[in-house]
């Protein structure tokens, strides 16, 4: 199948998005989640009304990434005075290790060509992610504990190390 496109998004691909939340926020979270804070969970943060207020905000960058048959990824990240927090990131089951995430990383960090220091957290307990971000070149600065629906998590707050792999402005790859 042809690489999927990176594109800005926009507000007609909030049912897309949502679809790609959902089923990664599954097979992801179901490791260390009970799936009930799972649904409650994408039941709360990925309405439509929670993602349009998201896209429509004017320091959020929000791309997706398309193929033949819909949306396979999204990235939103937001920019602060000099920081730039990576705020999703989610490619499709079925559609990872392709390249996809890390080209809708690329274009988030591109969007932000003043930016200082990238930020994101990561769930502890999440391997494929923080071996994506390690990958990337991020490494841990902090950790803190956060309740999702009542279950305790470990969050690792991860920087981009300047010059590492991810490091990069332009989406060329
Ligand atoms: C993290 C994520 C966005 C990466 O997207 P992707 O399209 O697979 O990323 P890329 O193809 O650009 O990068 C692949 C790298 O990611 C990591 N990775 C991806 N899938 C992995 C897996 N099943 N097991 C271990 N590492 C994995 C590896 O470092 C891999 O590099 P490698 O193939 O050379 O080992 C995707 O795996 C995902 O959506 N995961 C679930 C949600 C998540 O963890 N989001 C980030 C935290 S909020």
Redesign the pocket.
């Known amino acids: 199948m042809a690489e999927p496109r990176v594109r800005r998004a926009t507000e007609a691909d909030i049912p897309g998005i949502r679809a790609v939340l959902a089923a990664?926020?599954r097979?992801?979270?179901g490791a260390f989640l009970p799936l009930e804070a799972i649904e409650r969970a994408i039941a709360a943060w990925h309405t439509p009304r929670v993602l349009g207020a998201e896209l429509a905000r004017a320091s959020t960058f929000a791309a997706v990434?398309e193929d033949d048959a819909g949306i396979v990824?999204v990235?939103t990240a937001r920019g602060r005075p000099e920081v730039v927090d990576?705020a999703?990131?989610?490619?499709?089951?079925g559609?990872?290790?392709?390249?996809?995430?890390?080209?809708?990383?690329a274009a988030a960090l591109a969007a932000f060509p003043g930016r200082m220091r990238v930020r994101?957290?990561?769930?502890a307990q999440?391997?494929?992610?923080?071996?994506?971000?390690?990958?990337?070149g991020f490494v841990a600065v902090e950790e803190r504990s956060i309740e999702v629906s009542g279950t305790p998590l470990r969050l690792l707050v991860m920087e981009l190390e300047p010059g590492a792999a991810g490091d990069r402005q332009d989406t060329s790859r």
């Open positions: 990664t926020w097979d992801t979270y990434a990824g990235v990576i999703r990131l989610y490619v499709r089951p559609a990872q290790r392709r390249g996809t995430g890390g080209r809708l990383l994101l957290e990561v769930e999440n391997a494929k992610g923080r071996a994506f971000y390690a990958k990337e």
